[in-house]
Nanobody, 115 residues
Framework: QVQLVESGGGLVQPGGSLRLSCAAS????????MGWYRQAPGKQRELVAT???????NYADSVKGRFTISSDNAKNTLYLQMTSLKPEDTAVYYC?????????WGQGTQVTVSS
């Protein structure tokens, strides 16, 4: 089993920044990729950014140039640095771990961008 615990969400003004963290524990091996997804009220969950075990990253067009995904393997932690935040970034952000044959989700952390 794998446990994913997100933190770092909160209320921020437009143009502000936040850094999300995802601490992974348990059976952390044979990981294909990790990533961040988000779900806004009334909308489907969507991909924000992913990073493979080899370090390759992928971003949604809506966040390119503003968000940066990274990982600290020594700390088993995934990060999402978010800058130039917009009201449309408001959502619950979920951490995801993909081992191909099985995947895991965190409980989510709320990000609200509002003045």
């Amino acid at each position: 089993q794998v446990q994913l615990v997100e933190s770092g969400g909160g209320l921020v003004q437009p143009g502000g920044s936040l850094r999300l963290s995802c601490a992974a524990s348990g059976s952390i091996f044979r990981i294909y990729s990790m990533g961040w997804y988000r779900q806004a009220p009334g909308k489907q969950r969507e991909l924000v950014a992913t990073i493979t075990s080899g370090g390759n990253t992928n971003y949604a067009d809506s966040v390119k140039g503003r968000f940066t995904i990274s990982s600290d393997n020594a700390k088993n932690t995934l990060y999402l640095q978010m800058t130039s935040l917009k009201p449309e970034d408001t959502a619950v952000y979920y951490c995801h771990l993909d081992r191909r044959i099985v995947d895991y989700w965190g409980q989510g952390t709320q990000v609200t961008v509002s003045s």
